[in-house]
């Protein structure tokens, strides 16, 4: 816009000099005409500039770790009359990884839509976000601006390459879903009913149940329920080696979701240290589990999970296996 400005100046300082050195109408025409014409150019573009609208889209909502991400920012104009350009200023930025890149576009003749995209090699796990900053659109001549109104950013997850973690060793009947509840009681409990397992006290052996199926089914209240597996992660360290953490964390949830296995996933803020822990008993739940994991910051150092006592659940001791991006990856206790 400088360049147009500089150059009507020029074109208008030749009109005024015409103007002083020949008194003709001619001179007298174009003089005015020169001087009208930003006003001119302001006046037919008008409409077009205050009715531009800006959207910003990302091309998917996920995309796996060394591909490419893609958002594209659409002007509309309704009017279609002619505008010059727009301009802006883009900001992407990785929530875990904190990486901020920026990149300033131009977009020419808006009429009546014009689209631009930018694309991002993504190197490292995240949640990436796209915003748009300093949206300008000029008139037909590009001689004045207006700001438009900013889209609202776009967001996607720079997912991990899930990494097989080979044969899974659970107790029996961990992370097994929970038996519904039938109604019943035991000394004013309430209990659920399931099969009968070797060890099982035969106390609790539900014998009309028994007799209707024939096969021994055991009374269960909710504290002898068998414990969900947890897995662990520690949200802090290198880049590469995060990377490789969360490669095989969704290797071994993927894992136990084949298996049908509800678990756990716990690691803390690495900034104030506050524990984080999400049920995955599904893909969408696992989904979200990744996606607040991803959002989270990734420091160089932190305070390890391993650190802090992890409360027990019902039914005795935690089965926990943490999750790291060393060359010893898997560990279970």
Same mark, same amino acid.
């Given at each position: 816009m400088l360049r147009r400005r500089v150059l009507y100046a020029l074109v208008l300082l030749l009109a005024v000099l015409g103007q002083i050195l020949d008194v003709g109408y001619l001179f007298h025409f174009i003089f005015f005409a020169v001087l009208c014409l930003p006003l001119l150019g302001l006046a037919v573009s008008l409409p077009a500039m205050l009715g531009c609208r800006a959207i910003l889209d990302a091309s998917t909502q996920r995309v796996a770790r060394g591909g490419t991400a893609t958002w594209t920012l659409t002007l509309t104009n309704p009017f279609g009359l002619p505008l010059a350009r727009a301009s802006c200023r883009v900001r992407v930025s990785n929530a875990m990884t904190q990486e901020? /890149?920026?990149?300033? @576009?131009?977009?020419?003749?808006? #009429? %009546? =839509?014009?689209?631009? #995209?930018?694309?991002?090699?993504?190197? /490292?796990?995240? @949640?990436?976000?796209? $915003?748009? =900053?300093?949206?300008?659109?000029c008139d037909c001549l590009g001689?004045? #601006?207006? %700001?438009?109104?900013? &889209?609202? #950013?776009?967001?996607?997850?720079?997912v991990p390459l899930p990494e097989d973690p080979g044969p899974i060793q659970l107790p029996e009947g961990a992370g097994l879903p929970v038996p519904q509840h039938r109604g019943g009681a035991v000394y004013g409990e309430l209990y659920d009913l399931r099969p009968y397992r070797p060890g099982d006290s035969p106390r609790m052996i539900h014998w009309k149940m028994t007799a209707k199926r024939d096969e021994p089914v055991t009374r269960e209240s909710p504290e002898d329920q068998r414990p969900l597996p947890v897995l662990t992660l520690d949200h802090f360290g290198p880049l590469d080696r995060m990377d490789r953490a969360l490669d095989r964390l969704e290797g071994y949830s $993927?894992?136990?979701?084949?298996?049908?296995? &509800?678990?756990?996933? $716990?690691?803390? /803020? %690495?900034v104030n240290g506050a524990p984080r822990c999400r049920l995955v008993a599904g893909e969408r739940d696992w989904e979200n589990c990744l996606a607040a994991i991803l959002a989270d910051p990734a420091p160089l150092h932190g305070r390890s999970?391993?650190?802090? %006592?992890?409360? $027990?659940?019902?039914?005795?001791?935690i089965y926990q296996i943490h999750v790291t991006g060393k060359e010893d990856p898997y560990g279970q206790t």
């Open positions: 901020l /890149h920026t990149a300033r @576009a131009v977009l020419s003749r808006v #009429a %009546p =839509e014009e689209r631009r #995209a930018w694309t991002l090699e993504t190197d /490292h796990c995240g @949640a990436a976000e796209c $915003r748009v =900053e300093r949206l300008w659109v001689l004045f #601006a207006l %700001p438009v109104r900013r &889209p609202c #950013a776009a967001a996607l997850l720079i $993927r894992a136990l979701l084949e298996q049908e296995r &509800p678990h756990e996933v $716990r690691w803390l /803020h %690495p999970i391993l650190a802090e %006592p992890m409360a $027990r659940q019902s039914g005795g001791a």
